[in-house]
């Protein structure tokens, strides 16, 4: 289910004034691959360093024989944002170039907010959770589709570590762990980004490890939306310890450390600890090329469900330092 408007413009409207009132509003020129008819140009929209639109927005232009008329659609899993700039865009390219609109709502009616305006906050922390949850499903995808062949591809391990590292499963499966916690570490890195944007009670102890260059600087200064990313992205997020201080710093409620220390599943290894030996066997793979004989099918799904269960942890607890519902409908 999409959400859809048109806005037909008189045909006598200057095209490169309607472009320029949408690139100002912060749409980026995509590939026309299907070549529709009487299109002029496909724009999309979703939201940039922002990181609070769910869905996005894509923008048609068309010119006939009796105006130019540009589409908007959203998808239902649209957020609350990405519904405020579809009705801005139907609202400006109204009053500036006159004509007439229309949406899913009717003629000249602009779209209805069906819930209250929520925290930016919540809604940056909501999309980093949801892009770690789909970047996540990649692995598994590719452990339930991969096919290996030959004697040496077995699916079970022999133990002896000099015949298992001939084994291309291991290799394979080793070759997944650095993209693991690539993934883990984006999430966080967005969360702090997020926290640093939209939190209001954050203390500037994080931010006196930073190390800014000289060039960020000068780039923020030009663009100030950039600061975050640069600051987040001159820390590590990949070691429990290290993201744990890291959060500590901005908020003292942010307990990660405490989070993931917490029991599960009834093992003697907390999360905490798991995903540290993961990382470490990220290191010596990536720093050392050295292969661990242990990493089976299933012990990836394992390592996908701790990290997996890790981030459900971690989001939730910031749903209650921040005030807000986690949301899970990815």
């Given amino acids: 289910m999409s959400y859809c408007s048109e806005n037909k413009l008189p045909l006598n409207t200057p095209l490169n004034r309607v ?67 579809q009705n801005k865009t139907i609202s400006l390219l109204k009053s500036l170039f006159g004509g007439t609109f229309s949406t899913d709502e009717g003629a000249n009616r602009y779209m ?3 819930v ?24 598994s995808v590719y452990l339930s589709s991969r096919k290996l062949t030959g004697a040496l591809a077995k699916q079970e391990l022999t133990g002896f570590s000099w015949l298992d590292e001939l084994n291309p499963r291991v290799l394979s ?17 967005q969360s702090f980004m ?15 490890n930073c190390r800014v260059s000289s060039q960020e600087m000068l780039r923020a200064i030009q663009q100030p939306e950039l600061l975050a990313h640069f600051v987040a992205d001159s820390l590590s997020f990949q070691r429990p310890s290290v ?10 409620r ?5 989070w993931l220390r917490k ?23 990536v720093h050392t090329g050295t292969l661990s004989t242990n990493i089976s099918d299933k012990e990836v799904n394992r390592i996908i469900t701790d990290l997996t269960a890790a981030a459900d942890r971690v989001y939730d607890g910031f749903g209650t330092v921040f005030d807000f519902v986690p949301n899970y409908n990815f």
Wanted: charged share 25%; net charge negative; proline share 2%.
């Fill in 19 to 85: 472009i320029e009132v949408i690139e100002l509003l912060g749409y980026k020129k995509g590939i026309d691959q299907l070549k529709i008819e009487n299109q002029l140009a496909f724009y999309y929209w979703s939201g940039d360093t922002d990181h609070i639109s769910f869905v996005g927005i894509t923008l048609h232009i068309f010119r006939d024989e009796e105006c130019i008329s540009v589409t908007t659609r959203t998808r239902m899993g649209r957020s609350y944002w990405d519904l405020q700039q």
């Fill in 263 to 285: 029991p599960y599943h009834n093992r003697r290894k907390t999360l905490f600890d798991s995903i540290s030996e993961i990382v470490d066997l990220r290191d010596n793979l």
């Fill in 173 to 189: 499966n080793n070759m997944l762990i650095p993209y693991i916690i690539g993934c883990w570490e984006a999430y966080f890195r």
């Fill in 116 to 139: 209250s305006e929520p925290s930016k906050l919540s809604c940056s922390l909501y999309v980093a959770r949801w892009v770690l949850h789909n970047a996540l499903l990649n692995p």
């Fill in 112 to 114: 209805k907010f069906d």
């Fill in 254 to 258: 942010i307990d990660i450390a405490s």
């Fill in 194 to 208: 997020s926290i640093v944007k939209y939190a209001d009670d954050i203390s500037d102890k994080a931010l006196k």
């Fill in 243 to 252: 993201i744990a201080d890291n959060f500590k710093q901005l908020n003292q």
